[in-house]
T-cell receptor, first 112, second 113 residues
Framework: EPEVTQTPSHQVTQMGQEVILRCVPI?????FYWYRQILGQKVEFLVS????????KSEIFDDQFSVERPDGSNFTLKIRSTKLEDSAMYFC??????????FGSGTRLTVV | DQQVKQNSPSLSVQEGRISILNCDYT??????FLWYKKYPAEGPTFLIS?????DKNEDGRFTVFLNKSAKHLSLHIVPSQPGDSAVYFC????????????FGTGTRLKVLA
């Protein structure tokens, strides 16, 4: 069964550093997403990406965040100048068009 | 802004019995609803969905019921199995545009053997 692959599974970074979270969506999917889940809280939408551009972003997704699809397969989330409150599980997801997404298994980001 | 609410943070059910997980929403523009299951250290896994043109959708042991007038949906699992123990998230979307989901806070289901 096709999978969404995320790397790394766990990333520890110093406050103020930049991190890049990587995702390989399912190859024939057209919509790509990043969500995050702070420990003990709900899964929150960050950004959606379609046709090589951001189609929607949440209030959380400010100038500190950016996404890129640098080639035909990868979809990355860059977080600049990380803060302690950025510590969370970050989930990438993809879908063909609506319906149920396929989520990756997540990257646990710990900012120390 | 809690547009999707799951008011029961946890639920315990005996193996073989029915599990009923509930979800309420406030935005009448939502027209597509999904349930996801999540195990620790894994991403959410899609379980079942329902469009607003239906009031019931069934897939094996899982049935989702939608009551649009009450803005309420529920997931029934019959019979419950110990492997069903997980956190269940309800999510809602407008079935157009970016297909962004709004998730509920989740209900932790524990099925007791």
């Amino acid at each position: 069964e096709p999978e969404v692959t995320q790397t790394p599974s766990h990333q520890v970074t110093q406050m103020g550093q930049e991190v890049i979270l990587r995702c390989v969506p399912i190859s024939n999917h057209l919509y790509f997403y990043w969500y995050r889940q702070i420990l003990g809280q709900k899964v929150e939408f960050l950004v959606s990406f379609y046709n090589n551009e951001i189609s929607e972003k949440s209030e959380i997704f400010d100038d500190q965040f950016s996404v890129e699809r640098p080639d035909g397969s990868n979809f990355t989330l860059k977080i600049r100048s990380t803060k302690l409150e950025d510590s969370a599980m970050y989930f990438c997801a993809s879908s063909e068009r609506g319906g149920g997404y396929t989520f990756g298994s997540g990257t646990r980001l710990t900012v120390v | 802004d809690q547009q999707v609410k799951q008011n029961s943070p946890s639920l315990s059910v005996q193996e073989g019995r029915i599990s009923i997980l509930n979800c309420d929403y406030t935005n009448s523009m939502f027209d597509y609803f999904l349930w996801y299951k999540k195990y620790p250290a894994e991403g959410p896994t899609f379980l079942i969905s329902i469009s607003s043109i239906k009031d019931k959708n069934e897939d094996g042991r899982f049935t989702v019921f939608l009551n649009k007038s009450a803005k309420h949906l529920s997931l029934h699992i019959v019979p419950s199995q110990p492997g069903d123990s997980a956190v269940y998230f309800c999510a809602a979307s407008k079935n157009s545009g970016t297909y962004k989901y709004i998730f509920g806070t989740g209900t932790r289901l524990k099925v007791l053997a």
